[in-house]
Protein backbone atom coordinates (compact mmCIF):
# COMPACT_ATOMS: atom_id res chain seq x y z
CA UNK A 1 0.00 0.00 0.00
CA UNK A 2 1.18 3.54 -0.73
CA UNK A 3 2.78 5.27 1.91
CA UNK A 4 0.79 7.39 3.86
CA UNK A 5 3.15 10.13 4.29
CA UNK A 6 2.89 10.20 -0.27
CA UNK A 7 -0.64 11.26 0.30
CA UNK A 8 -1.69 14.40 1.88
CA UNK A 9 -4.85 16.89 2.13
CA UNK A 10 -6.11 20.38 2.54
CA UNK A 11 -9.29 21.35 3.72
CA UNK A 12 -10.99 24.58 3.09
CA UNK A 13 -13.47 26.11 5.15
CA UNK A 14 -16.08 28.66 2.91
CA UNK A 15 -18.20 30.72 4.95
CA UNK A 16 -18.77 34.40 6.57
CA UNK A 17 -20.80 32.83 9.28
CA UNK A 18 -17.26 30.83 10.46
CA UNK A 19 -15.20 33.66 10.91
CA UNK A 20 -17.57 35.50 12.31
CA UNK A 21 -18.47 32.93 15.69
CA UNK A 22 -21.95 32.42 14.67
CA UNK A 23 -21.92 29.25 13.08
CA UNK A 24 -18.91 26.21 14.90
CA UNK A 25 -16.96 24.30 12.98
CA UNK A 26 -17.15 20.81 13.17
CA UNK A 27 -16.36 19.74 9.64
CA UNK A 28 -12.81 20.07 9.64
CA UNK A 29 -12.83 17.58 12.57
CA UNK A 30 -15.22 15.10 10.50
CA UNK A 31 -12.87 15.31 7.60
CA UNK A 32 -9.58 15.28 9.11
CA UNK A 33 -11.11 11.61 11.14
CA UNK A 34 -11.54 10.30 8.09
CA UNK A 35 -9.11 10.93 5.90
CA UNK A 36 -6.76 9.78 9.11
CA UNK A 37 -8.95 6.75 8.76
CA UNK A 38 -8.14 6.01 4.61
CA UNK A 39 -4.68 6.69 4.99
CA UNK A 40 -4.95 10.84 3.81
CA UNK A 41 -2.90 13.13 6.27
CA UNK A 42 -4.43 16.25 6.10
CA UNK A 43 -1.33 19.12 6.28
CA UNK A 44 -3.87 22.34 6.07
CA UNK A 45 -7.22 23.69 7.25
CA UNK A 46 -8.16 27.54 6.05
CA UNK A 47 -11.57 29.26 7.17
CA UNK A 48 -11.71 31.98 4.46
CA UNK A 49 -14.92 34.18 3.29
CA UNK A 50 -17.41 34.13 0.89
CA UNK A 51 -15.38 36.27 -1.29
CA UNK A 52 -14.93 34.87 -5.28
CA UNK A 53 -11.37 35.90 -5.67
CA UNK A 54 -10.54 34.48 -2.50
CA UNK A 55 -11.81 31.09 -2.53
CA UNK A 56 -10.00 30.75 -6.46
CA UNK A 57 -6.95 31.32 -5.34
CA UNK A 58 -7.18 29.45 -2.42
CA UNK A 59 -8.38 26.72 -4.53
CA UNK A 60 -5.67 26.91 -6.78
CA UNK A 61 -3.15 27.23 -4.40
CA UNK A 62 -4.11 24.26 -2.63
CA UNK A 63 -4.90 21.93 -5.63
CA UNK A 64 -1.12 22.13 -6.87
CA UNK A 65 0.00 21.61 -3.08
CA UNK A 66 -1.61 18.44 -1.70
CA UNK A 67 -3.24 15.45 -3.65
CA UNK A 68 -6.80 16.17 -2.34
CA UNK A 69 -8.64 19.35 -1.46
CA UNK A 70 -12.23 19.66 -0.05
CA UNK A 71 -14.27 22.06 0.10
CA UNK A 72 -17.14 22.78 2.85
CA UNK A 73 -19.83 25.16 2.33
CA UNK A 74 -21.11 27.45 -0.22
CA UNK A 75 -22.43 25.58 -2.64
CA UNK A 76 -26.53 25.99 -1.56
CA UNK A 77 -29.12 28.20 -2.99
CA UNK A 78 -28.68 31.48 -1.56
CA UNK A 79 -27.20 34.65 -3.00
CA UNK A 80 -23.75 34.40 -0.49
CA UNK A 81 -23.23 30.36 -1.96
CA UNK A 82 -20.60 30.91 -4.36
CA UNK A 83 -18.66 28.53 -4.06
CA UNK A 84 -19.82 26.58 -7.03
CA UNK A 85 -19.39 29.58 -9.69
CA UNK A 86 -15.86 30.21 -7.91
CA UNK A 87 -14.42 26.46 -8.47
CA UNK A 88 -15.40 27.14 -12.08
CA UNK A 89 -13.35 30.25 -12.28
CA UNK A 90 -10.43 28.90 -10.58
CA UNK A 91 -10.22 25.81 -13.00
CA UNK A 92 -11.61 28.17 -16.08
CA UNK A 93 -14.19 25.64 -17.05
CA UNK A 94 -18.17 26.74 -17.36
CA UNK A 95 -20.32 26.46 -14.84
CA UNK A 96 -24.17 26.40 -15.83
CA UNK A 97 -26.61 24.22 -14.86
CA UNK A 98 -25.51 20.82 -14.57
CA UNK A 99 -27.77 18.18 -16.82
CA UNK A 100 -27.68 15.34 -14.17
CA UNK A 101 -27.49 17.57 -10.71
CA UNK A 102 -31.00 18.55 -12.32
CA UNK A 103 -32.85 15.68 -12.98
CA UNK A 104 -31.48 14.58 -9.42
CA UNK A 105 -33.07 17.32 -8.10
CA UNK A 106 -36.58 17.85 -9.94
CA UNK A 107 -37.15 14.16 -8.66
CA UNK A 108 -36.43 14.95 -5.56
CA UNK A 109 -39.14 17.65 -4.75
CA UNK A 110 -42.37 17.29 -5.20
CA UNK A 111 -44.30 19.12 -8.13
CA UNK A 112 -44.17 22.26 -7.91
CA UNK A 113 -41.56 22.77 -5.46
CA UNK A 114 -38.77 22.40 -7.24
CA UNK A 115 -38.45 26.39 -7.38
CA UNK A 116 -35.29 28.82 -9.26
CA UNK A 117 -33.70 29.06 -5.27
CA UNK A 118 -33.57 25.22 -5.54
CA UNK A 119 -32.36 24.69 -8.92
CA UNK A 120 -29.92 27.31 -8.03
CA UNK A 121 -27.93 23.85 -6.60
CA UNK A 122 -27.82 22.56 -9.90
CA UNK A 123 -25.15 24.96 -11.05
CA UNK A 124 -21.90 24.29 -11.23
CA UNK A 125 -18.88 23.19 -13.43
CA UNK A 126 -20.69 21.72 -16.12
CA UNK A 127 -18.21 19.14 -16.95
CA UNK A 128 -17.98 17.98 -12.99
CA UNK A 129 -18.54 14.46 -11.51
CA UNK A 130 -20.80 14.41 -9.16
CA UNK A 131 -21.09 13.12 -5.25
CA UNK A 132 -24.83 11.93 -4.21
CA UNK A 133 -26.32 13.00 -1.26
CA UNK A 134 -28.58 10.61 0.25
CA UNK A 135 -30.17 12.73 3.09
CA UNK A 136 -31.01 15.85 1.30
CA UNK A 137 -30.78 15.62 -2.24
CA UNK A 138 -28.31 18.36 -3.45
CA UNK A 139 -25.41 16.79 -4.97
CA UNK A 140 -21.98 17.99 -4.51
CA UNK A 141 -19.39 17.86 -6.85
CA UNK A 142 -15.64 17.38 -7.70
CA UNK A 143 -13.27 18.08 -10.68
CA UNK A 144 -9.67 16.42 -10.93
CA UNK A 145 -8.56 16.33 -6.99
CA UNK A 146 -10.87 19.52 -5.64
CA UNK A 147 -14.13 18.08 -4.04
CA UNK A 148 -16.82 20.27 -2.58
CA UNK A 149 -19.28 19.46 -0.03
CA UNK A 150 -21.90 21.26 1.65
CA UNK A 151 -21.39 23.11 5.19
CA UNK A 152 -24.44 21.26 6.85
CA UNK A 153 -22.01 18.73 9.03
CA UNK A 154 -25.05 15.81 9.20
CA UNK A 155 -25.09 16.46 5.24
CA UNK A 156 -21.60 16.48 5.06
CA UNK A 157 -20.97 13.48 6.79
CA UNK A 158 -23.66 11.41 5.21
CA UNK A 159 -22.01 11.94 2.04
CA UNK A 160 -18.29 10.70 2.82
CA UNK A 161 -19.46 7.24 1.88
CA UNK A 162 -20.31 8.72 -2.08
CA UNK A 163 -16.29 8.95 -2.21
CA UNK A 164 -14.05 7.27 -0.33
CA UNK A 165 -13.44 4.91 -3.90
CA UNK A 166 -12.31 8.15 -5.61
CA UNK A 167 -9.53 8.67 -2.86
CA UNK A 168 -6.35 6.83 -2.90
CA UNK A 169 -4.38 6.95 0.61
CA UNK A 170 -2.33 5.06 2.21
CA UNK A 171 -2.12 2.87 5.69
CA UNK A 172 -4.81 4.44 8.10
CA UNK A 173 -3.05 6.99 10.32
CA UNK A 174 -3.27 6.02 14.19
CA UNK A 175 -3.25 7.75 17.19
CA UNK A 176 -2.58 7.52 21.50
CA UNK A 177 -3.00 9.86 23.90
CA UNK A 178 -1.00 9.45 27.35
CA UNK A 179 -2.10 11.43 29.82
CA UNK A 180 0.33 12.63 32.45
CA UNK A 181 0.28 14.98 36.16
CA UNK A 182 2.63 16.91 35.38
CA UNK A 183 3.78 20.09 33.56
CA UNK A 184 5.16 20.71 29.87
CA UNK A 185 8.35 22.32 31.25
CA UNK A 186 9.22 19.07 33.28
CA UNK A 187 8.96 16.43 30.93
CA UNK A 188 10.45 19.04 27.42
CA UNK A 189 13.97 17.81 27.60
CA UNK A 190 13.03 13.79 27.95
CA UNK A 191 10.37 14.72 25.59
CA UNK A 192 12.24 16.47 22.99
CA UNK A 193 14.67 13.40 23.22
CA UNK A 194 12.18 10.96 22.09
CA UNK A 195 10.70 12.82 19.19
CA UNK A 196 14.45 12.56 18.54
CA UNK A 197 14.70 9.03 18.63
CA UNK A 198 11.12 8.68 16.49
CA UNK A 199 11.35 10.62 13.52
CA UNK A 200 8.46 8.65 12.22
CA UNK A 201 5.97 8.84 15.00
CA UNK A 202 4.62 13.02 15.63
CA UNK A 203 4.40 13.76 19.19
CA UNK A 204 2.23 16.79 20.85
CA UNK A 205 1.93 17.81 24.05
CA UNK A 206 -1.23 19.52 25.18
CA UNK A 207 -1.58 20.74 28.72
CA UNK A 208 -4.84 20.53 30.37
CA UNK A 209 -7.18 22.06 33.86
CA UNK A 210 -9.03 18.92 35.20
CA UNK A 211 -10.10 18.27 38.15
CA UNK A 212 -8.25 21.13 40.22
CA UNK A 213 -4.72 19.60 38.83
CA UNK A 214 -2.62 20.69 36.24
CA UNK A 215 -2.09 17.52 33.65
CA UNK A 216 -0.71 17.23 29.94
CA UNK A 217 -1.79 15.03 27.60
CA UNK A 218 0.99 13.54 24.82
CA UNK A 219 -0.96 12.55 21.38
CA UNK A 220 1.30 10.08 19.66
CA UNK A 221 0.38 9.51 15.75
CA UNK A 222 1.53 6.98 13.30
Known amino acids: MTNTKDINSGIIIIGN ?3 SGRTKDTNT ?3 ATW ?3 IG ?3 EEVRVIPDIEDTIVNTVNTFRKKFNYVF ?3 GIGPTHDDITSQSVSKAFNTIYGEHEDA ?3 LEKYYKPGEFNKGRQKMAW ?3 DAKLILNPTSGAPGFYLENVFCLPGVP ?3 KAMLGGIQNKISGGDPILSSIINLRTVESEIAKSLSNVQKENQDIQIGSYPFFKAGKLGVSLVLRY
Do not use: A
Request: charged share 10%; proline share 4%.
Open 71 to 73: TSG
Open 40 to 42: VRV
Open 102 to 104: FKI
Open 35 to 37: LNS
Open 154 to 156: SIL
Open 124 to 126: MPV
Open 29 to 31: STL
Open 17 to 19: EIL
